[in-house]
């Protein structure tokens, strides 16, 4: 497994019995994480005293319990960048911490290429990856079905300094803008795709995951170029085997000088030592 590095401002301190206990800058938050099937002596003080816990409804969904006054957004640092963190409806923040994992891979293989790169981030819901590829010295072009998230994108990417670093935003269905990319004929040397387990797009387009993920894998191998540095898929659809975006990922690449490498990725929890795995990642490497 390999687990998120680079954080200054986020820590997942514990997780026992269904739930994180987090430090999101100087705020603690708890959240339910269904991969927690442990239960462990809550020892930290944190558990008890928490900023904020998220608790799940019976009926679906959840809501906040705020117990001490938040602002309504905040910042991390993470290896250089800045990032909003907005508590949502939803439990998420605006930022997946384990995600730091592959935003240090990526400016890697950017940095030590040699060469221009253009990557396409689809689903790229509020920037991270986008930015962390843009700092490496990529061109990317940002793509999901959500006005809200590109619009928080862009606002991370000045609170960066970055507004000025060409990038195209874009606010479509990814499957449609992929299959308009190769119709015009442009191409890209890297592909990152985060797409969610379900999802619709801007005009009501229906994303299920293990009815669709093929379609858009071989619809963006028709826009690589002739020398592709990456292509990652990462999933969080329960019931996927992490084996099985690997083996759809070889199968699309077949033919190409790279390896396939699929593995969990995690947050090292400070309490434990345990490593808690948060989804996992397949990507094609040029070798």
Same mark, same amino acid.
């Given at each position: 497994?390999?687990?998120?590095?680079?954080?200054?401002?986020?820590?997942?301190?514990?997780?026992?019995?269904?739930?994180?206990?987090?430090?999101?800058?100087?705020?603690? @938050?708890?959240?339910?994480?269904?991969?927690?099937?442990?239960?462990?002596?809550?020892?930290?003080?944190?558990?008890?005293?928490?900023?904020?816990?998220?608790?799940?409804?019976?009926?679906?969904?959840?809501?906040?319990?705020?117990?001490?006054?938040?602002?309504?957004?905040?910042?991390?640092?993470?290896?250089?960048?800045?990032?909003?963190?907005?508590?949502?409806?939803?439990?998420?923040?605006?930022?997946?911490?384990?995600?730091?994992?592959?935003?240090?891979?990526?400016?890697?293989?950017?940095?030590?290429?040699?060469?221009?790169?253009?990557?396409?981030?689809?689903?790229?819901?509020?920037?991270?990856?986008? @930015?962390?590829?843009?700092?490496?010295?990529?061109?990317?072009?940002?793509?999901?079905?959500?006005?809200?998230?590109?619009?928080?994108?862009?606002?991370?990417?000045?609170?960066?300094?970055?507004?000025?670093?060409?990038?195209?935003?874009?606010?479509?269905?990814?499957?449609?803008?992929?299959?308009?990319?190769?119709?015009?004929?442009?191409?890209?040397?890297?592909?990152?795709?985060?797409?969610?387990?379900?999802?619709?797009?801007?005009?009501?387009?229906?994303?299920?995951?293990?009815?669709?993920?093929?379609?858009?894998?071989?619809?963006?191998?028709?826009?690589?170029?002739?020398?592709?540095?990456?292509?990652?898929?990462?999933?969080?659809?329960?019931?996927?085997?992490?084996?099985?975006?690997?083996?759809?990922?070889?199968?699309?690449?077949?033919?190409?000088?790279?390896?396939?490498?699929?593995?969990?990725?995690?947050?090292?929890?400070?309490?434990?030592?345990?490593? @808690?795995?948060?989804?996992?990642?397949?990507?094609?490497?040029?070798?």
């Amino acid at each position: 497994m390999r687990a998120a590095k680079g954080w200054n401002d986020y820590e997942l301190i514990d997780a026992s019995s269904g739930n994180r206990l987090e430090r999101w800058g100087e705020y603690i @938050l708890v959240r339910p994480d269904p991969q927690v099937i442990w239960n462990t002596e809550k020892k930290d003080s944190r558990w008890h005293n928490a900023d904020a816990v998220y608790h799940r409804s019976s009926s679906g969904g959840g809501s906040w319990e705020f117990r001490h006054r938040l602002p309504d957004e905040w910042q991390v640092a993470w290896n250089g960048l800045r990032l909003y963190v907005t508590p949502t409806n939803f439990k998420h923040t605006g930022v997946f911490p384990e995600q730091a994992a592959n935003w240090t891979l990526y400016q890697e293989l950017i940095r030590s290429c040699g060469r221009e790169i253009r990557v396409l981030n689809l689903f790229g819901y509020t920037g991270a990856a986008t @930015l962390a590829c843009m700092k490496a010295g990529a061109f990317v072009c940002h793509v999901d079905a959500s006005k809200g998230m590109v619009s928080q994108a862009k606002r991370n990417s000045v609170l960066n300094g970055m507004a000025d670093v060409p990038c195209r935003w874009i606010v479509d269905d990814c499957m449609k803008f992929v299959l308009r990319e190769a119709r015009r004929g442009n191409r890209y040397d890297a592909v990152i795709m985060d797409p969610p387990s379900y999802g619709r797009g801007p005009s009501g387009e229906i994303w299920k995951f293990e009815d669709n993920i093929e379609e858009l894998v071989l619809a963006c191998k028709d826009i690589l170029s002739d020398d592709p540095l990456f292509f990652a898929i990462n999933s969080y659809t329960t019931g996927i085997s992490p084996s099985a975006p690997g083996y759809l990922l070889s199968c699309a690449m077949r033919g190409y000088p790279g390896e396939v490498i699929t593995d969990e990725i995690g947050l090292p929890v400070s309490e434990t030592g345990f490593v @808690l795995p948060c989804g996992n990642t397949s990507i094609y490497i040029k070798r």
